[in-house]
T-cell receptor, first 113, second 113 residues
Framework: GENVEQHPSTLSVQEGDSAVIKCTYSDSASNYFPWYKQELGKRPQLIIDIRSNVGEKKDQRIAVTLNKTAKHFSLHITETQPEDSAVYFCAASITGGSYIPTFGRGTSLIVHP | DAGVIQSPRHEVTEMGQEVTLRCKPISGHDYLFWYRQTMMRGLELLIYFNNNVPIDDSGMPEDRFSAKMPNASFSTLKIQPSEPRDSAVYFC???????????FGPGTRLTVL
């Protein structure tokens, strides 16, 4: 199966700064990488995903990059705001593959006003 | 669709009591997942079903835990007898395919005294 490592476990930034969360995966066949955001007391929800046929995907202040050679992908949040404070989970899977998505341990992002 | 529905949202019980958590997946989703979330262990997959059939229950911590899915619109996770270390937030999630985006329910916060 897949093994996903996520770093850092905690990230503290000042409002307006950028935040980067990194994940590495073990199975080179993985081709789908979603990111989930879990606000305090809420459920995890998909915020962005990327497939292996592209190297970067953006959605307003959020972007995800993928390096298939190095087997790592990252979540970038620019101009952070207090409402970005949450736990972020990465995951990896093979579309139509034999095992379900593997989640990282999560990163607690704290944005200080 | 109302999304994944879980009940109860909060459960407080005493050690030794039986606890039953309930989940209604999104209609049309073939996969249903049960997760447990704690500060210490993060988000753990307990079991998942495909078309109402349990596929992998290797994450179920011990025999005190059991899960069923009698039909496509209902699943239960039962703990009998419950112990204080079972205190956690339990999430149910569903997806259309094995590796597709998972949609999480609001979770059940379980406290075992």
């Amino acid at each position: 199966g897949e093994n996903v490592e996520q770093h850092p476990s905690t990230l503290s930034v000042q409002e307006g700064d950028s935040a980067v969360i990194k994940c590495t995966y073990s199975d080179s066949a993985s081709n789908y990488f979603p990111w989930y955001k879990q606000e305090l007391g809420k459920r995890p929800q998909l915020i962005i995903d990327i497939r292996s046929n592209v190297g970067e995907k953006k959605d307003q202040r959020i972007a995800v990059t993928l390096n298939k050679t190095a087997k790592h992908f990252s979540l970038h949040i620019t101009e952070t705001q207090p409402e970005d404070s949450a736990v972020y989970f990465c995951a990896a899977s093979i579309t139509g593959g034999s095992y379900i998505p593997t989640f990282g341990r999560g990163t607690s992002l704290i944005v200080h006003p | 669709d109302a999304g994944v529905i879980q009940s109860p949202r909060h459960e407080v019980t005493e050690m030794g009591q039986e606890v039953t958590l309930r989940c209604k997946p999104i209609s049309g989703h073939d996969y249903l997942f049960w997760y447990r979330q704690t500060m210490m262990r993060g988000l753990e997959l307990l079991i998942y079903f495909n078309n109402n059939v349990p596929i992998d229950d290797s994450g179920m911590p011990e025999d005190r835990f059991s899960a069923k899915m009698p039909n496509a619109s209902f699943s239960t996770l039962k703990i009998q007898p419950s112990e204080p270390r079972d205190s956690a937030v339990y999430f149910c999630a569903s997806s259309w395919g094995k590796t597709d985006t998972q949609y999480f329910g609001p979770g059940t916060r379980l406290t075992v005294l």
